[in-house]
């Protein structure tokens, strides 16, 4: 079934992109570009956009309506890049029926009205969406947006409190670091698709499949090794040598990256981050993009698949019953060694792949965010039941979900502060969680 999912999903991401569409910024900005070229009040219906005939042109068809009348019109942007190149938002030349407009023309329109919140307020496709979809009131619209808004971290959130779920239910150890697995991914990710950028690639798709692979084979591998090499030789010891060990390998791991790959961020642009309307309020929009949807439900498949790694496969049943009763399972021939080796290397897995998440949602990772991200992470383990891979997962939207709350209505300055607090209330009121027991008390074995 396992094998079967991922075939259908490789031949659906192969399928979608054969062809080369649209880039939806650029489409946004030559769309908001067409009232400042019409006379103000004018009403507009636009067909839809398509490749100019020129190299990294937009194409848009519209009708314009005054009160003289109406008249088909048409507007081609050109652009100085596409795909995933750094300039492919600058507006090098447009073209209307009329002629190209001079150069200074076009740095004027960008400089001083696309880049303005007047351009994204007057779009008219922005404006059209408006007038058809559900109304709702203002209040319900806003707390939607910031519903859709928090999709995105849950995935990222539930990905990495897993990975502490997974180590944590197998030898009842916190260890700490998962934050910066996170971080390798997201910057193997950046790099691969720089990479794919220089190599010529004109569409962001083998960029993205290309650093979800990277980023999952970049943080596996070195979890594979930090575990084998660093924390698997302290399993039998009862202090807290492991955690000393896990803050270490966190700081080495933040000071790896920061000599490989630079103090400075590297980035990438967004690319399928056109908004589609969901609803309307009265001085509103409720949007979400598809890079949006695509990260929330790659985060999903994996939650969903690994529920079915755990559930129904040879590895999960060794998981299970090692959690369970190491010493039985010893008995019935489980090298516990080997099982913590590849829990580690797939939860660093899951750590990696939520900082691909993270690079395809807001653009880019910094060497020294994994601690901040790990320790909400472990928030969201704890919050959720230690140890319960679905509690974590659950954790985790709901630690998405009171951050979206809170900076909606509170002081975001003092977000951090209030996760953390959070953690305290269940430490004190449910130490188990809310997939756990409700007192922690010592495994019998």
Known sequence: MLRRVLLLLAACLTLAGCGRGVDAEQAR??????????????????SEPR?????????IHYDVSTQRGTRRRAIACRFAGTGFAADKARLVGVTTERGALNDASVYFLQRFYLETPEAAAADPERRAASARLLRLPSPLAYALQQALAALPMAA????????????????RR?????????????MAATLTIALSVAGGAVTPLPGLLSGLIAAVTAGALHGLVA???AVAP?????????????????????????????????WVPPVWNATIGIAGARDFLVTVTPMSLLVTATGALAAGLLIVLLARTRFGRAWRAYADDPVAAALFGIDGRALFA???????????????????????VGFSGGLALGLKALVAAV???????????????????????????????????????????????????????????????
């Open 383 to 445: 919050v959720g039941g230690i140890g319960s891979v679905a509690g974590a997962l659950a954790g985790g939207l709901l630690i998405a979900a009171v951050e979206a709350a809170w900076s909606a209505a509170l002081p975001i300055e003092l977000r951090d502060i209030a996760i953390y607090c959070l953690l305290v209330l269940f430490l004190v009121l449910r130490p188990g969680g809310l997939f756990g027991e409700r007192q922690l008390v010592p495994r019998e074995i």
């Open 29 to 46: 900005i030559c769309r908001q570009a067409i009232p400042a070229l019409n006379p103000d009040g004018a009403g507009f219906r636009l």
């Open 342 to 364: 590849i829990t580690f290397a797939l939860a660093t897995g899951l750590a990696a792949l939520a900082g691909f998440l993270m690079v395809a949602q807001y653009g880019g």
């Open 227 to 229: 575990g084998r090499l």
């Open 234 to 266: 302290l399993l039998r010891l009862k202090g807290q040598q492991i955690v000393i060990v896990t803050v270490g390998l966190s700081i080495a791991l933040a000071e790896y990256l920061r000599l490989t790959q630079g103090e400075s961020g590297r």
């Open 156 to 171: 990222i959130y539930g990905l990495l409190a897993a990975s502490y779920a997974l180590i944590f239910g197998l030898v």
């Open 51 to 59: 490749l100019g005939p020129g190299r990294n042109e937009v194409l």
């Open 174 to 186: 916190i260890m700490l670091g998962f934050g910066e697995f996170a971080v390798l991914g997201g």
